[in-house]
Each structure stands twice: as structure tokens, then as C-alpha cells.
T-cell receptor, first 116, second 111 residues
Framework: DADVTQTPRNRITKTGKRIMLECSQTKGHDRMYWYRQDPGLGLQLIYYSFDVKDINKGEISDGYSVSRQAQAKFSLSLESAIPNQTALYFC???????????????FGPGTRLTVL | EDQVTQSPEALRLQEGESSSLNCSYTVSGLRGLFWYRQDPGKGPEFLFTLYSAGEEKEKERLKATLTKKESFLHITAPKPEDSATYLCAVQAGSNDYKLSFGAGTTVTVRA
């Protein structure tokens, strides 16, 4: 079974609708992330969470919100979807880096979201 | 602000034709440079982390190297299954969580 799972894998919705994307992990990592990927651009960080009570905005948080329901679950919501939120969305997890090492993030399979 | 530039944007290779991908970075105090592979419709798959200039890591036909300004991903005698987009990311300074990604290099290997 995959270590990081995302649901749904594909979603088509209309402008103004509320959408929730879900992420679950079995890696036992404390840190979880949501990224957005657009063609020709690097992955951009939307939100990140160091634990259930520690949630932080990333580079492009406007129009998004998140909820960390448990160590293993981190969901992303679009309160009122708009067409320029059409993109690939990825959830990722990481362990807490130890010393000078670590930092690797492990990604889920992604959700392709289309907002009409 | 951390900057990561990957070149070329796309690379078409014949099977067996070795080549290199470049990742140039501008950061203040590199903590780590990460290489990922991404197949169409899938999430990035972790390949390597490099921490200091001069470091090298290998996995099958892939070899990653690091200098103070750039990293190279060498693909030796590629096969069609090496076709993918290769992403480079950096982590720097006091930040031990945020990855700054380049836009990637899409490699196509023809049989």
C-alpha cells in the first residue's frame, strides 16, 4: 500500500463551489505539506504543518485553508473555487531533520483539479 | 529568496546516449539539494539528497553531483524507462522544512 494517499485523484468542479482534498499517510511523519503544481512552474507550497496544533501558511495560501485532523491526516479546502485554481495538488510528508541531514519530503500521487 | 533554475527544459535522447541535466541555485547557506523523478500523472519520487560541494550519489544509471553553485544529474546509457521529468529542489538557511523547486527537465529516451 502507498505510504501517502490522496483523495480524490481527479475532480472537476464549478466556480464558487467548496472543495476538499484529503491526504493520509502511514509513514509516521510529523510534518505534512500541501503543494500546487502548474505547467512550466516549480511546485509551490500552499500550507504546511509540523504537528496537529502547528499549521502555517506557505507561499500561496490565499483562497485555501487546511485542517490537520490527526498526525496522519491533512486536508486542503478551497472555500470558493475559481478557474485559476485549476492545477495538480500534491500532499507530502517528512520527518523532522536530525542535525545536518534529512529534509527529504515524500509525495502522494496527486489530485488533478479542474475548476470550470 | 532562494532561486533554482533547471536546464534544459526538455531533453530528447537516443537509448544509450548519455547526457547531463543542470540545476543552478542561488541560496544563502545550502542545507540540502534534492533530486526527484516525476512520471506523468504521478507524484514526485525522491532520488537523492546532496549536502555539500563535492558530494556524489549514484542510483542505477543516475549520478548526482554538487558544486557550490550547481548540481548535475548524469544519466549514463539511458533506457526508455528513464523517460520522466526530473525536479531539483533546495533547502537553505535556518529553514529546515521548505523546498524551493525548479521547473524541471523533461527527458524523453527513444528506443
Amino acid at each position: 500500500d502507498a505510504d501517502v494517499t490522496q483523495t480524490p485523484r481527479n475532480r472537476i468542479t464549478k466556480t464558487g463551489k467548496r472543495i476538499m482534498l484529503e491526504c493520509s499517510q502511514t509513514k509516521g511523519h510529523d510534518r505534512m505539506y500541501w503543494y500546487r503544481q502548474d505547467p512550466g512552474l516549480g511546485l509551490q507550497l500552499i500550507y504546511y504543518s509540523f504537528d496537529v496544533k502547528d499549521i502555517n501558511k506557505g507561499e500561496i495560501s490565499d483562497g485555501y485553508s487546511v485542517s490537520r485532523q490527526a498526525q496522519a491526516k491533512f486536508s486542503l479546502s478551497l472555500e470558493s473555487a475559481i478557474p485559476n485554481q485549476t492545477a495538480l495538488y500534491f500532499c507530502a510528508t517528512s520527518d523532522v531533520p536530525s542535525g545536518a541531514g534529512g529534509g527529504e519530503q515524500f509525495f502522494g500521487p496527486g489530485t488533478r483539479l479542474t475548476v470550470l | 529568496e532562494d532561486q533554482v533554475t533547471q536546464s534544459p527544459e526538455a531533453l530528447r535522447l537516443q537509448e544509450g546516449e548519455s547526457s547531463s541535466l543542470n540545476c543552478s541555485y542561488t541560496v544563502s547557506g545550502l542545507r540540502g539539494l534534492f533530486w526527484y523523478r516525476q512520471d506523468p500523472g504521478k507524484g514526485p519520487e525522491f532520488l537523492f539528497t546532496l549536502y555539500s560541494a563535492g558530494e556524489e550519489k549514484e542510483k542505477e544509471r543516475l549520478k548526482a553531483t554538487l558544486t557550490k553553485k550547481e548540481s548535475f544529474l548524469h544519466i549514463t546509457a539511458p533506457k526508455p524507462e528513464d523517460s520522466a521529468t526530473y525536479l531539483c529542489a533546495v533547502q537553505a538557511g535556518s529553514n529546515d522544512y521548505k523546498l524551493s523547486f525548479g521547473a524541471g527537465t523533461t527527458v524523453t529516451v527513444r528506443a
